[in-house]
C-alpha cells in the first residue's frame, strides 16, 4: 500500500477521534451541570426561556420567569447557567449619555423624533421636529 494512503488514513482516524471525545466531554458537562444545579441559580432552557431557579424535584425543576410566573421543567430542557455580568456602557455604544452634551444643552432637532398620533388614524407616526 502507498504510504501517502496511510498517512491520510491514519490522520482521518486521528480526527474522528478527537471530535468523538469532544462530544463526549461535552456530554458530562451537560450532565454534571444538571446534577449540581442549586435553588437560586438562573439558567436557560433549550427553548430560550430565561429563569431563576425556584423548586428541584428529581427530574424536574421549577424555574420562575417573570415575578409570579413559575414553569415546571424536566432538568433535560434546562440548556446552560447564565452567569451575569455587570452592564457597562461599552455593552451600548450607540446610546447617548450626559457626557455627550453640555450641561443644559439639548441634543440637535434634527436628531430627535417625536411620536404623535394622528388625529384621523389610531397608529402612532414618527415625525422629524
Not at 17 to 27: A, C, E, G, P, S
Not at 68 to 80: D, M, N, P, S
Request: aromatic share 6%; glycine share 8%; hydrophobic share 35%.
Amino acid at each position: 500500500m502507498d504510504p501517502i494512503i496511510i498517512m491520510i488514513l491514519v490522520v482521518g482516524l486521528g480526527g474522528l477521534l478527537f471530535m468523538n471525545w469532544r462530544t463526549r466531554k461535552k456530554q458530562q458537562e451537560q450532565l454534571s451541570f444538571r446534577d449540581h444545579l442549586e435553588l437560586g441559580q438562573q439558567v436557560q432552557t433549550i427553548g430560550g426561556v430565561f429563569g431563576t431557579i425556584t423548586a428541584i424535584e428529581q427530574d424536574r425543576v421549577t424555574i420562575e420567569s417573570t415575578p409570579g410566573t413559575e414553569i415546571v421543567f424536566l432538568k433535560q430542557a434546562l440548556a446552560r447557567l447564565v452567569v451575569d455580568e455587570p452592564e457597562t456602557d461599552e455593552d451600548y455604544p450607540d446610546a447617548a449619555t450626559d457626557e455627550d452634551f453640555p450641561e443644559g444643552a439639548e441634543p440637535d432637532a434634527e436628531t430627535t423624533t417625536s411620536v404623535s398620533p394622528d388625529p384621523g388614524d389610531d397608529a402612532p407616526r414618527s415625525t422629524q421636529n
